[in-house]
T-cell receptor
Framework: AQSVTQPDIHITVSEGASLELRCNYS??????LFWYVQSPGQGLQLLLKYFSGDTLVQGIKGFEAEFKRSQSSFNLRKPSVHWSDAAEYFC???????????FGRGTSLIVHP | DTGVSQNPRHKITKRGQNVTFRCDPI?????LYWYRQTLGQGPEFLTY????????KSRLLSDRFSAERPKGSFSTLEIQRTEQGDSAMYLC???????????????FGSGTRLTVV
């Protein structure tokens, strides 16, 4: 069964600093991978996705993520964090045949001025 | 099309009452998903439809829960005899599935926050 691990429950960064949020998945073949962001009381907004091809994917709001098959990882990065990036971030994986995304428990990003 | 719409945004109900939530997906999306999210957790899959057919249900979906998508457009999720443990955010998502894969990602609604008192 597919699973997703986001090892960091909270991440605190200063505004302007770089960011990396970790995501590891468990699935044999190449999955579909997603990063979503959720502001308090809101639904989830898609930041970026990986289906195939170039392993470095660009998303909205200046985010990018890199798929590393050897490490079963799909880490999210941003070179310079803005205060408005403070939110909950979720990694999700969908195996080729399940058609059902499985989400990690999320990482809460706190941005200090 | 303005995205996935969920109503109501908030629902407070007394234990034992029945509640129904509605989800209107993006019109051209043929798949519709229901998820439940509790505080501090990621969304957990409940069920999904392709057009009007309910293709899979999670073990989380007890007999008190029922979902429908009668015409392949909007969907309803009903919870009968609500319990305090049902308090959560209920999220709806949709996507366009073609052949062997999906197109784009999953678009989520803003959710319905249920509080059972």
């Amino acid at each position: 069964a597919q699973s997703v691990t986001q090892p960091d429950i909270h991440i605190t960064v200063s505004e302007g600093a770089s960011l990396e949020l970790r995501c590891n998945y468990s699935y044999g073949a190449t999955p579909y991978l997603f990063w979503y962001v959720q502001s308090p009381g809101q639904g989830l907004q898609l930041l970026l996705k990986y289906f195939s091809g170039d392993t470095l994917v660009q998303g909205i709001k200046g985010f990018e993520a890199e798929f590393k098959r050897s490490q079963s990882s799909f880490n999210l990065r941003k070179p310079s964090v803005h205060w408005s990036d403070a939110a909950e971030y979720f990694c999700a994986v969908e195996s080729g045949g399940s058609y059902i995304p499985t989400f990690g428990r999320g990482t809460s990003l706190i941005v200090h001025p | 099309d303005t995205g996935v719409s969920q109503n109501p945004r908030h629902k407070i109900t007394k234990r034992g009452q029945n509640v129904t939530f509605r989800c209107d997906p993006i019109s051209e999306h043929n798949r519709l998903y229901w998820y439940r999210q509790t505080l501090g957790q990621g969304p957990e899959f409940l069920t999904y439809f392709q057009n009007e057919a309910q293709l899979e249900k999670s073990r989380l979906l007890s007999d008190r829960f029922s979902a429908e998508r009668p015409k392949g457009s909007f969907s309803t999720l009903e919870i009968q005899r609500t319990e305090q443990g049902d308090s959560a955010m209920y999220l709806c998502a949709s996507n366009l599935w073609v052949g062997q894969g999906i197109i784009y990602g999953y678009t989520f609604g803003s959710g319905t926050r249920l509080t059972v008192v």
